[in-house]
Every structure is written in structure tokens, then in C-alpha cells.
């Protein structure tokens, strides 16, 4: 199983003003789904191909559409933590013509959970793209048109390693330092916030478990799961 695939991203300075941060209000499309420590789902994959999109407005409320479905809802802003709540999804259910077509909706518009938090990033790296990154660990990237082939796209990864877990965990991340992480645990919990730089982590003495270790860096967050044995 390969790593999970994690892009790196410029965190919107004022998440309370949209109005004022056009960045996030735009026309996105699909570049791939992943799910939990599993592989990417590119777009670009799929045959008949499709060309899924999701319209952000500025009261946070969107529309899109899948294969052969469209969608809509709206997100309210969790100030506390910074996260994005789904609040709302609602989707047509027309029969897609081909299999391919059906199977992709099935997985995209499972990641559109109500009540799911998301943090949210804009990139800014030569290109531009968006995601949301459930703290399940569950990511949806964007990019501002369409990707047309899974080699016209690139990402910097972040790895942990040895992952389980049992005194030390290892960070790896390319281009960028850490500034700051927060170990969470499955009921949301911030159990350590510490701030960098700095390229590992003592976790000796946190229970056996399974946990979210959220990342900073001056290009914005990411989300990572990890495993303490």
C-alpha cells in the first residue's frame, strides 16, 4: 500500500471573510479522491471520462456535478477549531449510462458526510488547487481546470515513519519545516501541541491507540493518521 498521498498548502489567512478571500470562492474540478491509507482515485482514470466540478460561493454554500449527477449544500465555518462543517448535501439520482460512471459517484459523493469536519487548504506553488481533508483522514483535491492525465500532476508528500509508533515517530517533509503539530485523538481531543522546528516526536508515553497528528508548516496544514503500538 502506498503512503498516503498529502499536498502541501498556503492556509487562508482570514477564514472568517470569504468575501475577502476570493481564492476559495471559484470553479474547481476533481483532480482525485483517497480514503483512508488507501491509494488516490484519479479522474483522469476514469473511462468514459468526466469532468466533475464543484462551485464555491461566497456564503459557503456549492453546487457541482459528478458523472451524471449534480449535487449541492452548504458549509458553516467552525471558528474553534478552523474547520469547514458539511451541513448540507443533497444529489440527483439519475441512472449514470455507463458502470464506470456509477462506481465513480458511489465513492465521490460517499466523502460528502454532513457534520464531517474539514480542514481546508489553498496551495500556491507555481499552481493553484484546493482540498478538503476530513480529520478522518479522507481527502478531495481540486484544481482550478481540468487535469487532464495523472502525469500532468505533481505533489510534495509528507511521510511518517516508523509508523506504528512506539517511542519515536519520524517526520519527513519536502520543501517545507514544521512549525507546529497537535497530536488528536479519535473523539477530537487535542492531547499535545507543541511548536517546531523540528523533524520527530516522542509519543512513548501516549496509550496504545490510533491517532490524527495535524501538521503546520508557513504553507499551510495537513492531516495525518498514525498508529501507537
Known sequence: ?????????????????????????????????QGDLGDPYYVSEVQPPISPYIIINQDLTFEGYGACNSFEGNFIHDTVNDYLILETFTRTNNQCDFPSHSDFENNYFGYFLPGEPYVYYITISGDLYMALTSVGGFEILYAPEPILSRADFSKPEISLYPNPASEVLNLSIESHSIESINIISLSGQILLSETGPFTSINVSTFSAGIYFLEISTQNGRVVKKFVKN
Do not use: E, H, N, S
Open 1 to 33: 500500500m502506498k503512503r498516503l498521498v498529502t499536498v502541501i498548502y498556503i492556509l487562508l489567512a482570514c477564514f472568517g471573510c470569504f468575501a475577502q478571500d476570493p481564492q476559495i470562492v471559484d470553479d474547481w474540478y476533481l483532480v482525485f479522491t
